[in-house]
T-cell receptor
Framework: DAGVIQSPRHEVTEMGQEVTLRCKPI?????LFWYRQTMMRGLELLIY????????DSGMPEDRFSAKMPNASFSTLKIQPSEPRDSAVYFC???????????FGSGTRLTVV | AQSVTQLGSHVSVSEGALVLLRCNYS??????LFWYVQYPNQGLQLLLK??????LVKGINGFEAEFKKSETSFHLTKPSAHMSDAAEYFC????????????FGAGTRLAVHP
């Protein structure tokens, strides 16, 4: 199994541009989570899906952030327009069920200049 | 609601010394507990977990943790630290309400010096 795959690995963009982060969860995992990690705020849960349905998006910081999961093998996190304070490492994780724990991707390091 | 407290944001030990990273949790239901490790520029990796059964659980890289219900603790230990153990460690508890959500602690950064 290739694990949770995130792309791109690094993204540098200018303020105001649209950014799309991508995630492919492990096949058979029915839950998917998007996290953001910064030095100041640590690890923050942004949104999670169960069986492709968004369950809780209360961690999404603003309307500039949106996430979709059109099928069981793909999810996107979009920021439009991006701002410098969005600079962080964004992680995707998937999970096969309660008690299994998460498998994390390698993350996308986003820099907004 | 569930919560996790990791005591000590930074821990420093000598190579070969005991590693002890503290985690206390609160949960209204029997918890599932996890420890994750994050090496620089990498994602979080599962070290070990407790779900049911034996309260002393062993994980990768020589780490182990003991679930103590009476103390609501799940401390992580390793008898002898190695330089390669330098990383950030996160404790997590399963949230009630299903959907497999975990609540993470703030993390403890472990430094190992010669």
């Amino acid at each position: 199994d290739a694990g949770v795959i995130q792309s791109p690995r690094h993204e540098v963009t200018e303020m105001g541009q649209e950014v799309t982060l991508r995630c492919k969860p492990i096949s058979g995992h029915n839950s998917l989570f998007w996290y953001r990690q910064t030095m100041m705020r640590g690890l923050e849960l942004l949104i999670y899906f169960n069986n492709n349905v968004p369950i809780d998006d209360s961690g999404m910081p603003e309307d500039r952030f949106s996430a979709k999961m059109p099928n069981a093998s793909f999810s996107t996190l979009k920021i439009q327009p991006s701002e410098p304070r969005d600079s962080a490492v964004y992680f995707c994780a998937s999970n096969a069920g309660t008690g299994y724990g998460y498998t994390f991707g390698s993350g996308t390091r986003l820099t907004v200049v | 609601a569930q919560s996790v407290t990791q005591l000590g944001s930074h821990v420093s030990v000598s190579e070969g010394a005991l590693v002890l990273l503290r985690c206390n949790y609160s949960s209204s239901v029997p918890p599932y507990l996890f420890w994750y490790v994050q090496y620089p520029n990498q994602g979080l990796q599962l070290l070990l977990k407790y779900t049911t059964g034996a309260t002393l659980v062993k994980g990768i890289n020589g780490f182990e943790a003991e679930f103590k219900k009476s103390e609501t603790s799940f401390h992580l230990t390793k008898p002898s630290a190695h330089m390669s153990d330098a990383a950030e460690y996160f404790c997590a508890v399963s949230a009630s309400g299903g959907y497999n959500k975990l609540i993470f602690g703030a993390g403890t950064r472990l430094a190992v010096h010669p």
